[in-house]
């Protein structure tokens, strides 16, 4: 019997993911790419196999139902590997990590023998139907599946959770070097991550309720059309991120150990010299300054200059920079009439989203209600 309605969205989200492979398959084997078309390839079986199901193709290849599974543990590991490809400055995944990875299938096919082997494919095709099911192989059915759904969500559990640290560890180095992040930070992983992790749990929880034969108004309709939102929000974020240059990867300064400590009078100087560089150098007024090009200017190494802003200001380059950026903004406000785009960009932002989120965050107001503000108080 054919589901129509998933029936249809499965179909479309196959030919979405086949569309986005293919752009993929053009582009330079970066790392990026390589675990990005992994990735899509899983997405790929995935939907192949909830289609089979919906479709109602299983009772001409009932061998097929199920043999998904074990490509599924697999998602969660290949977005994490995705990850660790688009932000990690290290090249190489621990061996333990990809043997990690692969454990999880060699458990849901070790789960799936008596499954496979015990049955014909006549009696899996009668276990469909409750009129004609065996009730022995249906325990065994129904243990299969509910076994394989909780080595599904555990695998997926904890690999998000690895993704998760990854791009926060990402997000921290980048604000220790950089006073421009908006393109580099992947900003929009996490949310994505998190919206993956919650389709994920959905089809484990839709997954196991159908095989204990508990179905609700929203069976084969709320988890396909929330799965065609994230996957086509995934893709679209996945095909327009650049690929990373080497020098926006990194550990974050504060994870790495220092051979020295710096004593408090030289921090002191460290700090007199970057207050220099802001206030009377006006620094910040470059677009795309890096901690490599201040350190250059007043001739400190980046360490030292990390380790000064974070032991001796409680600040990080991002902020630092930034904060002077936003004061210069906020007289900008006061005595011009510029637009706010052109304060932004005259202050050494990149971009107007930038600059209004970093200036709400300090101000408390976004730059229009800063102005508003200012004029009611005249």
Known sequence: ????????????????????????????????????????????VHLAGELLIYSGAYIYAPVLAGMQLPFQVLMGPALYFYAHASMSADKR?????????????????????????????????????????????????????LFTTLVFIVFTFLFLVMALKLHSSHQQQLMERFSEIEQSSLAWFKPILLIWGLA????????????LGWFWFGSGVVLPIFEAIVLAMFIQQALSQKVLLESEKGVPQASQTRTSALSTEKMQQIATKLEHAMTDEKLFLQDNLSLNKLSESIAETENHISETLSQFLNTKFFQFVNGFRIEEAKKALQDTDKLITTIAYDVGFNSKSTF??????????????YRSSLSKNQ
Not at 356 to 369: E, I, L, Q, R
């Open 1 to 44: 019997m054919v589901n129509l309605l998933p029936t249809i969205i499965y179909s479309c989200m196959i030919g979405m993911a086949i569309l986005a492979l293919l752009e993929v398959f053009k582009r330079p084997n970066e790392r990026q790419n390589l675990f990005l078309k992994g990735l899509l390839i899983l997405l790929l």
């Open 93 to 145: 995944i621990d061996k333990h990590t990809y043997a990690l990875a692969f454990s999880g299938p060699i458990i849901v096919i070790v789960a799936m023998l008596p499954f496979i082997f015990m049955m014909s494919p006549a009696e899996k095709l009668a276990l469909a139907d409750p009129a004609t099911r065996d009730p022995e192989l249906w325990k065994i059915a129904v243990a299969t599946c």
């Open 200 to 211: 994920w749990l959905m089809y484990a929880v839709e997954f196991s309720l159908g095989a």
């Open 356 to 369: 209004n989120t970093a200036f709400k965050k300090v101000v408390g107001y976004t730059p229009s209600a």
